[in-house]
């Protein structure tokens, strides 16, 4: 079974300060990847996917990037946080012939 | 962009009542899925569906799609307090990479 790996669970981050938040995919090859946005404890807004090594896709115009340089990791990067950054990120992967994603833990992020 | 949209946004009901959401899209869906997220926690994948009309059930929960797979509902019977959580839809449209998710339901079960 596939499990999705993301750490820290919580972070701290003062503004104007870099970020890097990692994900990492066990029990399968060459996954979609994708990072979402939780603001508030609701909705959840996609920022990115990935297809594969080198390949991203960004869905909303803002202070975030993304990198995959390997097959089953995916970061999500800022050279200078904002307020508005603060929210719930987590990666997800489609898993199995049931369509459905598996989410990671989650990173809780408050930029203060 | 695809949009979808989940009512109501909070339910609070008292243990034993039935509960439903409902959720809606801008577009026809190529398929439907649901997840429930316990307050703290990260959404956990409940169940797909793909054909016009389905119906599925897990124990107490009823999944329906509708016929324009434009809409789908969750019905929970006999609510439990271990139903608390916030219930999302979610679904492709056009893209088969791209997961919308509506805003979710929240349900608080009072004992």
Known sequence: SQTIHQWPATLVQPVGSPLSLECT??????????????????????????????????????????SRPQDRQFILSSKKLLLSDSGFYLCA?????????TFGSGTRLTVV | GQQVMQIPQYQHVQEGEDFTTYCNSSTTLSNIQWYKQRPGGH????????????VKKQKRLTFQFGEAKKNSSLHITATQTTDVGTYFCAGHGGSNYKLTFGKGTLLTVNP
Do not use: M
């Open chain 1, 25 to 66: 995919v066990e029990g399968t090859s060459n996954p979609n990847l994708y990072w979402y946005r939780q603001a508030a404890g609701r909705g959840l807004q996609l920022l990115f996917y990935s297809v594969g090594i080198g390949q991203i896709s960004s869905e909303v115009p803002q202070n975030l990037s993304a």
């Open chain 1, 93 to 101: 992967s489609p898993w199995d012939s049931a369509g459905g994603y």
């Open chain 2, 43 to 54: 959404p956990v994948f409940l169940i797909q569906l793909v054909k016009s009309g389905e």
